[in-house]
């Protein structure tokens, strides 16, 4: 599945939660904070890697998952691994076109 979506129908994802799936799955990384440069000002800028987690296969990053408003919105992560933290969640997993 090129892109999906993981929907509570009660309410919010709920970041410590998901902070909490991220770092006991074995196929999850948290993603680290990054520094990045402003392009209008120039200035250095870090970008929180809270709520983001890699998908590993054999040790490659192949996908990534992030909690935006809520919900998770997957990249390159198997619809069996979005079933699968979707049930944790007690939410649905959906494939998501955003083309």
Known sequence: MDFGKIIKSDGDIQLAKWSGIISSHQALEQAPDKKGTNPFTN???????????F?????????????????LLTSGVP?????????????EAFEDDRS
């Open 55 to 71: 998908y590993l296969e054999g040790g490659d990053k192949v996908g990534n998952i992030s909690l935006e408003n809520g919900v």
């Open 43 to 53: 200035e250095e800028v870090l970008f929180s890697g809270e709520g983001i987690a």
């Open 79 to 91: 619809m069996s691994i979005c079933s699968e933290l979707a049930y944790s969640l007690n939410a």
